[in-house]
């Protein structure tokens, strides 16, 4: 018998792995680091692993919970579920194979190095930037950067260039920020880019952060936007007491631009920012998005099937939550199909047409000049490069749903068809 075909029985002794653990509220987070899986479990899911770990059989685990508190828990299925999640180490000393490990981004950065981070006064420098920025555009308010900042050429090519070059480096800093502070904590935190809606966006795992203390996640949670509040900072008090000209001054007034406008999108929890994993962390609730979507999914339901006989209710996902989480997911879901709306609408009403005119003039601009070929050329493998890149991130995270909505969608027409077939009167 193989590992993986070991049988979970009321005899087995079940080795579990090294979990992370805290207390949250009424239960425990418990969970591995190395993969990033955390659940949220009751006192008596805790006392299970507990006393597993202590050698004893399966029945003995039930014997021993049902002694002491008089009622009888489905142990075996418990552990079952454990080992779904490759929290279970070995079945009656057959191990279990560990085939979800992350390989973490810069393993070469060691904790001790990047300990600093996550010093208290670190929230302070922070600040201090924020501040200075402040009093420095508020004493030179022509400095504030408008629209007119991010347009400081007439080539199309050559600024789209330079933008999106500060731009993502602005966003690797910001996520080399949360890696940093994850991996001070000793979190193998990894880098990967992906898609938030119709947006190419870079994102840090920092799942494993959940077993520890409040403080430090929140330190992690809010590196990226420190880092920012920093770069911006120190980029207006450049322009202010330096008062740079020329190419530098076009440089540094785009970082500020685009430092705020990273900020700014911070702010749109419905797509899982930063400000997101915050709120959610603040509410006490273990996936606020899930929850949130499984709530405008039942709304959905309810609208739908009003008035149909024979169609049994839905029931309201949210409804097994204490009252302060039930309140968050409710209004979250509210956010979040706002949220998503108005963003859609943005980018079918203003994004997808501006891409379209750039893309005409770039394509306009070839053939003409060798300068202007040069630049059109340039601004044409931007803007399709992007779309590119953003097409395959979206197809590498939503493949395995399309093609099982596909699968479904087939097999609903072959059954339909079959039962034409045994109706000729259907048509």
Not at 107 to 114: E, G, I, S, Y
Request: proline content about 4%; charged content about 20%; aromatic content about 8%.
């Amino acid at each position: 018998m193989t590992a993986a075909a070991a049988i979970v029985t009321g005899s087995s002794r079940v080795q579990v792995r090294r979990l992370c653990q805290r207390r949250d509220g009424d239960g425990w987070v418990i969970g591995r680091i190395e993969t990033g899986t955390f659940i949220l479990v009751p006192d008596v899911a805790y006392r299970v692993i507990m006393l597993l770990n202590e050698g004893r059989a399966i029945d003995e685990v039930s014997a021993r919970l049902r002694a002491e508190t008089g009622v009888c828990f489905a142990v075996a299925e418990f552990v079952e579920a454990l080992d779904e999640l490759g929290f279970i180490a070995s079945v009656d000393d057959r191990a279990r194979t560990d085939h979800a490990r992350m390989r973490p981004s810069l393993p070469w950065l060691q904790p001790d190095r990047v300990r600093w981070l996550t010093h208290p006064l670190a929230p302070v420098v922070v600040a201090g930037f924020a501040v200075a920025a402040v009093v420095m555009l508020a004493l030179h308010p022509e400095e504030f950067p408008g629209y007119h900042v991010l347009v400081w050429n007439r080539r199309a090519g050559l600024v789209l260039a330079v933008n999106a070059a500060i731009a993502w480096t602005i966003i690797s800093v910001h996520e080399l920020a949360h890696l940093a502070t994850a991996r001070a904590a000793g979190v193998p935190a990894r880098i990967t880019l992906s898609t938030r809606l119709q947006f190419l966006a870079a994102q840090t795992d920092v799942s494993g952060v959940w077993a520890a203390p409040r403080r430090t996640r929140m330190t992690v949670y809010l590196a990226g936007m420190s880092i920012e509040v920093c770069c911006a900072g120190t980029c207006a008090l450049i322009l202010g007491l330096a008062d740079p000209q020329g190419l530098a001054r076009h440089l540094l007034a785009v970082a500020v631009a685009e430092t705020l406008i990273g900020l700014s999108g911070q702010f749109m929890v419905f797509m899982r920012t930063d400000v997101y994993f915050v709120l959610q962390d603040l509410t006490g609730c273990g996936n606020l998005y899930a929850d949130g979507s499984a709530y405008i999914r039942y709304l959905g339901r309810r609208v739908t099937r009003h008035g149909r006989r024979g169609t049994a209710p839905s029931l309201d996902p949210s409804w097994e939550y204490p009252a302060p989480q039930r309140r968050a997911v409710r209004l979250y879901s509210a956010v979040l199909l706002a949220g998503t709306a108005v963003c859609l609408s943005v980018e079918f009403a203003l994004s997808l047409p501006a891409l379209i005119a750039l893309t005409s003039r770039a394509v306009s601009e070839i053939g003409t000049t060798v300068i202007a070929t040069a630049d059109g050329g340039l601004a044409l493998a931007i803007l399709l490069g992007v779309q590119i890149l953003w097409t395959s991130r979206w197809w590498h995270r939503h493949k395995h749903q399309v093609r099982s909505m596909a699968r479904h969608h087939l097999r609903t027409r072959r059954e339909v068809r079959g039962h034409g077939r045994h109706h000729p009167a259907v048509r």
